[in-house]
T-cell receptor, first 112, second 114 residues
Framework: GQQLNQSPQSMFIQEGEDVSMNCTSS?????WLWYKQDPGEGPVLLIA?????ELTSNGRLTAQFGITRKDSFLNISASIPSDVGIYFC????????????FGQGTILTVHP | NAGVTQTPKFRVLKTGQSMTLLCAQD?????MYWYRQDPGMGLRLIHY???????AKGEVPDGYNVSRLKKQNFLLGLESAAPSQTSVYFC?????????????FGSGTQLSVL
């Protein structure tokens, strides 16, 4: 099946720093999704992207749908302690019913 | 606002025992899913349902069964638990959005099989 490769696997940053992470695949997609999982909770949808080149923001978070349609990027500006968690890219692969494939996740730790 | 509720939150089983994980959603969603989360592997789809009375296999269905007798409930069963089924299990639901990509997740069930 399709595989989504996230990078980096983990990040340790200081409060106030900017963060960048990405997700790549060998397959072409029509949608890219970014979810965040807080410690002890289930993932929550942050941003959904529907078109190649699309740039979408949600507060301090900005995500981009790569031009090749095989990758996506997530940036967090001016990180704060509550940004701690695991960030997942995900994709439905063009199917319906929300059958998502998730990347391995990027674990973000923010030091005050 | 309950959303998606999973019970129990924690469970320890011995190899060969059986159990059922319960999931309930109060958002009148058509679609429901069971995922498992293992370190370094993201979330993997076990089974899903596109409506009351329907179920289908996901990516890793072996060793699990599911039932959706009522629209609001989705049950995940382990008939004979194995240590490889030690994981965190998440139930999710979604409604009729563009590609049903906005999944609402429960807070998870941590299962250990000894």
């Amino acid at each position: 099946g399709q595989q989504l490769n996230q990078s980096p696997q983990s990040m340790f940053i200081q409060e106030g720093e900017d963060v960048s992470m990405n997700c790549t695949s060998s397959s072409i997609f029509n949608t890219w999704l970014w979810y965040k999982q807080d410690p002890g909770e289930g993932p929550v949808l942050l941003i959904a992207l529907y078109k190649a080149g699309e740039l979408t923001s949600n507060g301090r978070l900005t995500a981009q749908f790569g031009i090749t349609r095989k990758d996506s990027f997530l940036n967090i500006s001016a990180s704060i302690p509550s940004d701690v968690g695991i960030y997942f890219c995900a994709n439905a692969g063009g199917t319906s019913y929300g059958k998502l494939t998730f990347g391995q996740g990027t674990i973000l730790t923010v030091h005050p | 606002n309950a959303g998606v509720t999973q019970t129990p939150k924690f469970r320890v089983l011995k190899t060969g025992q059986s159990m059922t994980l319960l999931c309930a959603q109060d958002m009148n969603h058509e679609y429901m899913y069971w995922y498992r989360q293992d370190p370094g592997m993201g979330l993997r789809l076990i089974h899903y349902s596109v409506g009351e009375g329907t179920t289908a296999k996901g990516e890793v269905p072996d060793g699990y069964n599911v039932s959706r007798l009522k629209k609001q409930n989705f049950l995940l069963g382990l008939e004979s638990a194995a240590p490889s089924q030690t994981s965190v299990y998440f139930c999710a639901s979604s409604g009729l959005t563009r590609l049903n990509e906005k999944l609402f997740f429960g807070s998870g069930t941590q299962l250990s099989v000894l």
